[in-house]
């Protein structure tokens, strides 16, 4: 070896401290950050799932409005085709009173369908601001300050609160 211009000392010094500096680097760097890098892939796929969640709970809810309100007009258009039978039967006032009362159950049963999807909205729009606020908090308290996470959590509450408000008008 001595030949090529080798020395085994030296080599056998430089395949030690290699050794080394990879152990080090190995222990300090890079399985640190591979552990941060799986803790976010973590965090982002149960965002993902959550989200996902919410979009099939949106689409039932769709679905039970779409249902009520086929059953509220398949009930009304019973109601009316009762009392045009009657109608031809009984006087004109008989007639125009059960028109009436059809019309009436039509209303309501659109103002339940309505206050029903609203307040399922409302439900919804809730369980996303506690979610999110849930996922920031997560986020924010691996990267800022106690003060700093305080203050953006002030601030975004409020920004929250005027949307809110806008929403409800």
Not at 3 to 16: M, N
Not at 69 to 97: F, Y
Not at 103 to 115: P, S
């Amino acid at each position: 070896m001595e030949k090529l211009g080798i020395e085994p000392k030296l080599l056998l010094a430089q395949i030690v401290n290699f050794l080394v500096i990879m152990i080090v680097l190995t222990r300090l760097l890079f399985k640190p950050i591979l552990a941060i890098l799986e803790k976010r892939r973590k965090e982002i796929r149960e965002g993902l799932e959550i989200t996902e969640r919410m979009k099939q709970e949106e689409a039932k809810l769709g679905v039970r409005k779409d249902k009520l309100l086929s059953e509220a007009r398949s009930q009304a258009r019973v109601i009316i085709e009762d009392a045009k039978k009657q109608g031809k039967v009984a006087e004109r006032d008989i007639v125009d009173v059960a028109h009436k009362d059809a019309q009436e159950l039509l209303r309501k049963a659109g103002q339940q369908a309505e206050a029903l999807h609203t307040s399922m909205l409302l439900d919804l729009r809730r369980e996303t601001v506690e979610l999110a606020g849930e996922m920031a908090k997560r986020l924010v308290s691996a990267v800022l300050s106690p003060q700093d996470q305080h203050r953006l959590i002030e601030k975004h509450l409020k920004e929250l609160e005027v949307h809110a408000k806008k929403q409800g008008s």
